[in-house]
């Protein structure tokens, strides 16, 4: 395969970042704004040692799923990937990346997933992080490039609630009135990083949390006033530094500015508190739908004992508390595990115990302490469960194992480990938490051989 050359070939899969997989010659060319069902001729644009990337130059099969993108920023912003597809095909895109993960990687033999779409896909977002950066009129906030940190100046993120966005434009109005720097990555100079916006869907609540490279910044009482004129729901602003050279959002240091330091919202009928730096699904909905099927898969009886490892704020593990004789939740990072705690206080749920830990070392204390827990619920971050996670569930042997996953790849392989050590996948599904971008979650139950 030559670069510049022009190759005729048709969409056969999708990367788990939303790029089209077409085979050129028996190697995998990843192509950007592919659809399913279409072939094009491709001009190879880089030829490397994992694949080939390719640039669509004519389509020769046009879909009926190729449709006009809503958001004018889609084919430069790297925020989303999917703007070019019919929602329907995206779903499909998802289930199908699921169902082969959990084939291929994870030695099953289903021939199909189950996969809840959203009900919209714009608006959903209650997270925003927009970053900043110098601009020709003072600092401008959007999103970055695709593939590079070049700033996209916006006015609308659809994806977004328009309180995000509002939230952003004051920030950047206030910074160029004051003249306030923004964030020179460069140069690590300037004051003006992130706009954090945390929007609580259920109750409205808003946080605005613009992230410094200092440790204050100049007229922040004009800035609060600015929010509080414009922002109906607003309860908090926060300042957070982070002076830190690097890609990391967030620093370690916290100070709120005006009203309350979290929001709250309601989600599976509970309230729970948000503090800036806490993880909170960002699809609030869907996370519903999602805590719905792994409730649904945990099989609770009220009798049982539940351990939730990954629990974050506590969300999936109040839910289950309510259905459970007792739950023991772990999580790593100590605010959360605070939050947690408020969180079944402010629910007035007791029989909830929380331990900040690292999932693995606790599930092994746990094990060696004789805990026997009926059913285990984990929930990990990307990279999935490490092999003393599941060595310790297996010495716990719980009848049941809920695995609730954003990394399709990751949960099969872990599918595969628990496989060999007896529990057997008895269901699999997937949920939709991300519209328009490529991320997909899955629920999965697997029990242990008797
Ligand atoms: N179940 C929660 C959180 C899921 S996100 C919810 O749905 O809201 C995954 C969580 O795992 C994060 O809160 C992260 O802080 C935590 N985490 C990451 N590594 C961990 C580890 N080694 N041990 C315990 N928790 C960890």
Redesign the pocket.
């Known amino acids: 395969m030559q670069k510049n050359e022009i190759y005729r070939a048709a969409v056969s899969g999708f990367t788990s970042e939303g790029l089209g997989v077409c085979r050129v010659e028996g190697c995998a060319v990843f192509v950007p704004n592919a659809v399913p069902g279409e072939e094009y001729d491709l001009r190879i644009t880089h030829v490397g040692s994992h694949g080939a990337y390719g640039k669509i130059e004519t389509i020769i099969t046009k879909s009926p799923h190729r449709v006009n993108r809503l958001c004018p920023y889609a084919k430069q912003c790297g925020g989303c990937d999917f703007w070019h597809i019919d929602y329907e095909a995206e779903c499909e895109i998802k289930a199908q990346r699921v169902l082969d993960a959990l084939n291929r990687l994870g030695g099953q033999n289903l021939s199909r997933i189950e996969l809840t779409g959203a009900k919209t896909c714009v608006g959903y977002r209650n997270k925003a992080q927009f970053p900043a950066a110098p601009g020709k009129k003072g600092p401008e906030a959007g999103f970055f490039r695709k593939g590079t940190h070049d700033l996209i100046p916006m006015e609308r993120c659809l994806i977004q609630p328009e309180a995000a966005d509002k939230a952003r434009d004051i920030v950047i109005a206030w910074a160029r009135q004051y003249c306030v720097s923004a964030y020179d990555e460069t140069t690590h100079t300037g004051l003006l990083r992130h706009i954090f916006v945390r929007h609580a869907a259920a109750t409205g609540e808003l946080m605005v949390c613009p992230v410094v490279n200092g440790e204050s910044l100049p007229r922040e009482k004009e800035l609060v006033a600015a929010l509080r004129k414009g922002l109906p729901g607003l309860r908090s602003v926060a300042l957070n530094v982070n002076t830190r050279k690097g890609n990391g959002v967030m620093g370690d240091k916290t100070r709120i500015l005006w009203g309350a330091d979290a929001i709250e919202d309601i989600l599976c009928g509970l309230r729970f508190r948000i503090s800036p730096r806490s993880?909170?699904?960002v699809n609030r909905d869907q996370a519903e739908v999602l805590y719905g099927k792994a409730l649904a898969a945990a099989g609770l009886h009220g009798t049982e004992t539940v351990l939730d490892?990954?629990?974050?704020?506590g969300?999936?593990t109040l839910c289950l508390a309510r259905q459970a004789k007792a739950v023991i939740g772990?999580?790593?990072?100590e605010a959360?595990i605070r939050d947690a705690e408020e969180n079944a206080r402010r629910n007035g749920i007791e029989n909830a115990r929380f331990f900040c830990a690292?999932?693995?070392k606790a599930a092994k204390t746990l094990a060696a302490e004789g805990t026997r827990p009926d059913v285990i619920v984990v929930?990990?971050?990307r990279k999935g469960l490490s092999a003393d996670v599941i060595d310790a569930v297996k010495e716990m042997s719980p009848d049941r194992v809920v695995y609730v996953s954003c990394d399709p790849a990751t949960l099969a392989r872990d599918v595969k480990l628990f496989g060999e050590k007896g529990y057997r996948l008895q269901s699999a599904e997937a949920v939709d938490l991300f519209p328009r971008c490529s991320h997909v979650e899955s629920v999965v139950l697997l029990c242990r051989d008797v």
């Open positions: 993880f909170y699904q490892l990954y629990c974050g704020t969300t999936i772990v999580e790593l990072v959360a690292d999932a693995g929930d990990p971050p």
